[in-house]
């Protein structure tokens, strides 16, 4: 199981990374879930962070963590905002997330 880690570490990145570089699509969601472009910023930075560091072995918890915390988050937005099909899939990272744990 451990040796899965990497891709998804690697994926939550990626999908940090789009965040932090605007994508109107990710602003368009966090706008419609009430968030300023700075909260997803930060959401977004989490993201990246994290993923990085559940690609290794060494900084895999502490990146599982910080995924998780940011993922939580958002998905307690999404929960609010009644919108289960972002849910779900936010719910499935926070689960990777606690797995690396």
């Given at each position: 199981?451990?040796?899965?880690?990497?891709y998804i570490g690697t994926a939550v990145a990626i999908a940090g990374g789009d965040?932090?570089?605007?994508d109107k699509s990710y602003l368009g969601l966090f706008r419609h879930l009430?968030?300023?472009?700075?909260?997803?910023k930060l959401a977004a930075g989490a993201e990246l962070a994290g993923?990085?560091?559940?690609?290794i072995k060494p900084t895999r918890r502490m990146g599982s963590a910080l995924v998780a915390?940011?993922?939580?988050?958002v998905l307690y937005s999404e929960l609010r905002h009644g919108d289960s099909k972002l849910a779900t899939s936010r719910a499935l990272v926070l689960?990777?997330?606690l797995s690396g744990l």
């Open positions: 199981m451990a040796s899965i880690f990497p965040k932090l570089a605007g009430g968030w300023s472009r700075g909260d997803m993923g990085l560091m559940m690609t915390a940011a993922s939580a988050c689960l990777a997330a």
